[in-house]
């Protein structure tokens, strides 16, 4: 057989092809653009269809429109304004980062961009040659913002087309992005109008957000609904709920929103159904409308390629916060018998323990003024709340120094908190805690790893392996000399592997006999134990504040070696005078 020979695709198909990625329906590009247009700080945003998307799709707004230079750019793949280092990807804010939307809009449709940046004297257009790609730039006449058209969609990539539905079918899907990217920002007015005619008008909410819901649900559900509103651990969880008579033999209900962005998350929907236990019969779906918001740098949304899935560094602890505030929220309004256990088996594997008692928070739906600063708008505001409400504990937090050490303010002192310090301790006091209840998580390493042993080490290891398991180590023997690590408590898992295992064969050698092995070897594993930590966002500060206050330490006093020191504004004033 002839050997099948190597060549690189032309430009233009390996475009088509990566463009099939994202963009697999008319529905897709809408979304796309409206993206586009919130991360532009649009106030308006007009959708204009004809034919189902088939044949035009047009998303014009009054956004900050695109540097004529940068036009141009703008349809590259990776191009993009949104970030520009690798530091910007683990914390991103804006909805779009990956700078592939407009070049894989463009390369399967014929394509218009305008764009006017308002201080400039004129607007400018793009336009592309369907067959020869070039492109021309010329200049143009519209306000302030950026319309981009794509008409003709897949025309070109007959493939592809096959598998677009009726007009009617992908209109239909265009309605439903539509109404979701609408429940994402409610200071936004959306217009939708197909052949000509408005189908859906959203105006943006002034001061109340309700009014959104009933655009969006009807009247009924809102009437019907709980709100919800709690917080904790940096976590807030916002928005409208419907108990079990407003559920549905559909899941189409189900929008829900992680700061800010329209996701369609399985771990979320799960957490969802579960606070309902089985007062919710088999095939009933909820229907809501939730906001969850926490930390950017804690949620990684760069894993699926519409980026409607997204990833938490916690994700039991997020799992846990929404299930127990709306199984709290339904209790509270007597939806949920809770003299029976209504919760559904955790079917998330193991991580942090379980937040029992979610805060209900009294300030109803703040407003968000600031489009595409979402959640850093909220942060911000509720920064300056805890500033005013939360003076347990060591107070509230109030700045990084150093990235290392915590000031946070309470009454009329300031705090400094050695944050590597306190994270370890909390560790250590959890690690313990699990211990004594015989409920240490273990993390199974995707990779086993392999450490050397000494002979009477791994003698050791043979015999308290029963021991290990239970402080969450657990080892294979592979030789003489040689082990393999397995699993890791699930607490320690941004801890360095090797080195706590490599304490803990130390522990081996030294313990003592007629003692407790299994706490001697767990103090062994935490006593040099180094873990990574992130970077101060407020919120990681907060959890920081809360998760050290639910230890043994007496936060009330003034000093603990080596966590912490209080100074009172009067010490602050002596050491400047001095
Ligand atoms: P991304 O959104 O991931 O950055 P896109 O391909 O969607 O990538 O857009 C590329 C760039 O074009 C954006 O980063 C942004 O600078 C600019 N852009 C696209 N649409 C708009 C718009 N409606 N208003 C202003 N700038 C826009
Ligand atoms: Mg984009």
Redesign the pocket.
């Given at each position: 057989m002839e050997v099948p020979r190597i060549t690189e695709l032309p430009a233009t198909l390996a475009s088509q092809i990566a463009a099939g990625e994202v963009i697999e329906r008319p529905a897709a590009v809408v979304k796309?653009l409206l993206?586009?247009s919130i991360?532009s700080g649009a106030n308006n945003i007009d959708i204009d269809i004809v034919d189902g998307g088939h044949k035009r799709i047009s998303v014009s707004d009054d956004g900050h429109g695109i540097h004529p230079d940068d036009i141009e750019l703008a349809l590259r793949r990776h191009s993009t304004s949104k970030l520009s280092t690798q530091s910007d990807l683990d914390c991103i804010t804006s909805?779009?980062f990956r700078g592939e939307?407009l070049a894989s809009i463009a390369a399967v449709s014929r394509f218009l961009l305008t764009s006017r940046v308002a201080q400039s004297e004129s607007a400018w257009s793009l336009s592309i040659d369907p067959i020869s790609g070039s492109s021309t730039l010329k200049p143009a006449a519209r306000s302030g913002g950026t319309t981009i058209e794509a008409a003709n969609i897949f025309q070109s990539t007959p493939a592809r087309r096959k598998f677009m539905r009726s007009q009617r079918t992908e209109f239909l899907q265009i309605v439903e992005v539509v109404k979701r990217v609408a429940c994402s920002r409610f200071n936004i007015t959306f217009k939708l109008s197909h052949n000509n005619k408005i189908v859906s008008r959203y105006r943006a909410c002034q001061a109340d957000l309700s009014e959104r819901v009933v655009d969006v649900f009807g009247k009924q559900f809102l009437s019907k609904s709980l709100t919800v509103n709690y917080e904790s651990e940096g976590m807030k969880l916002w928005g409208w709920l419907g108990g079990g008579d407003l559920s549905r033999s559909q899941s189409d209900r189900q929008f829900c929103f992680v700061n800010g962005r329209v996701v369609r998350d399985k771990k979320i929907f799960h957490a969802v159904r579960s606070a309902f236990g089985d007062t919710l019969p088999t095939g009933r779906y909820p229907s809501y409308l939730l906001h969850l918001e926490l930390d950017p740098a804690v949620t990684d949304i760069n894993v699926h390629p519409t980026k409607s899935e997204i990833r938490f560094k916690n994700t039991r602890n997020v799992h846990d916060f929404i299930n127990a505030s709306l199984r709290d929220a339904l209790k509270a309004a007597g939806t949920l018998d809770l003299t029976v256990d209504n919760e559904l088996p955790g079917e998330l594997p193991g991580g942090a323990p379980a937040i029992h008692a979610a805060r209900p928070v009294q300030n109803r739906y703040f407003q968000v003024k600031e489009p595409g600063l979402f959640y850093q708008h909220i942060t911000h505001k509720k920064k300056q709340d805890d500033l005013l409400t939360n003076n347990a504990g060591l107070g509230a937090p109030v700045a990084a120094l150093g990235n290392w050490i915590v000031l946070a303010q309470r009454e009329h002192e300031y705090v400094l908190l050695n944050f590597q310090a306190a994270t370890e301790y909390i560790l250590k006091y959890r690690l313990k805690k699990d211990y004594l209840n015989k409920a240490i998580r273990h993390r199974p390493l995707l990779v086993p790893v392999e450490t050397e042993a000494n002979p009477a080490q791994v003698e050791l290891v043979e015999k308290y392996s029963g021991e290990l398991e239970e402080i969450g180590i657990s080892l294979r023997i592979i030789s003489a000399g040689a082990i393999v690590i397995k699993a890791i408590p699930a607490l320690l898992e941004d801890a360095d592997v090797k080195s706590l295992v490599r304490s803990v064969l130390i522990g081996l050698e030294s313990l003592r006999v007629n003692e407790n092995p299994g706490s001697e070897l767990l103090e062994s594993m935490t006593k040099n134990m180094r873990v990574s930590v992130d970077a101060l966002s407020s919120a990681r500060m907060q959890s920081l504040l809360n998760d050290l206050d639910r230890t043994d330490l007496d936060t009330t006093q003034k000093h603990h070696k080596g966590l912490w020191r209080t100074i009172s504004v009067d010490e602050i004033s002596k050491l400047i005078d001095s």
């Open positions: 796309e993206d586009n991360d909805l779009g939307a």
